[in-house]
Structures are given as C-alpha cells and as structure tokens.
C-alpha cells in the first residue's frame, strides 16, 4: 500500500489543525514509506535525548528534504510503518521518535509513547528502556 492516504492525512492536518492521532498512526501502520539510508544506516538525527528516524511518503518530500541540506538524495528502501515501530523503533536500544516528512508543511512526528511505539520502549510508560 502507497502512503497517498497518509499523505492526505498529514496535508488535512496541516491544513486545518485538526486530526485524529490514532486514526494518523493508524494510516502510517498501514503506510510504505521511504527511509533514507547513509552508509548502511537508516538517516537520522538526535534531539533532545531522542533519535528521530527520518521517512517520507514519496520521493518529492525525500528530495525536498535533501536539497534543503545541500545533499544528493540518498539511497532509501520502503518499508511499512508498522515495521518502523513494532520491529526498528525497539531494536535501537534507546527512545526513538519518527520524523514523519522532515522539512515539509505537512510533516509530522510521532514520539515513542505509549500508543505510537510498543510499551517497552515507550518514554512514557512504567518500566520503558531508556
């Protein structure tokens, strides 16, 4: 499945104000997004404590994002959301976020709390790994 009802979703969003998070993280589970990679590694940056997965749902968004640093697109690989969260975000070892469209009016972020990441590794939750 594409990322153009996650697309939708994130400009609605962007739009008006208005969105409901569990139907937006819904969508991203069903989603198969872009994740850049760089030199074997999946793109990402740390922020406050949190590493932050960078994907994006198509190639312009991806291309605007590189040209925005100065960079040749990378290379990237599609993978659905549910896999970033369920299988990615816990194998990190640490909090991890998802920087959902980094760059654009219509981005996004999902931190890893409860509800967005598996419980374990969840910043929010009683015994989350930090």
Not at 10 to 22: F, K, M, S, V
Not at 39 to 64: K, N, P, Q
Not at 106 to 114: K, Y
């Amino acid at each position: 499945m594409n990322a153009e009802a996650l697309r939708l979703r994130l400009a609605n969003l962007a739009a008006t104000g208005q969105g409901e998070l569990r139907a937006l993280v819904g969508e991203f589970r069903r989603s198969e997004v872009l994740v850049p990679v760089v030199d074997g590694s999946l793109l990402s940056a740390e922020a406050g404590g949190i590493r932050w997965l960078f994907v994006f749902t198509d190639d312009a968004a991806l291309a605007r994002f590189a040209e925005a640093r100065g960079e040749a697109v990378p290379e990237r690989v599609a993978v659905y959301g549910a896999l970033l969260l369920d299988q990615v975000v816990p194998g990190v070892g640490g909090p991890v976020g998802i920087a959902v469209d980094a760059g654009s009016s219509a981005g996004l972020v999902l931190p890893p709390v409860t509800g967005i990441v598996p419980d374990a590794v969840a910043v929010d939750a009683a015994g989350a790994a930090s």
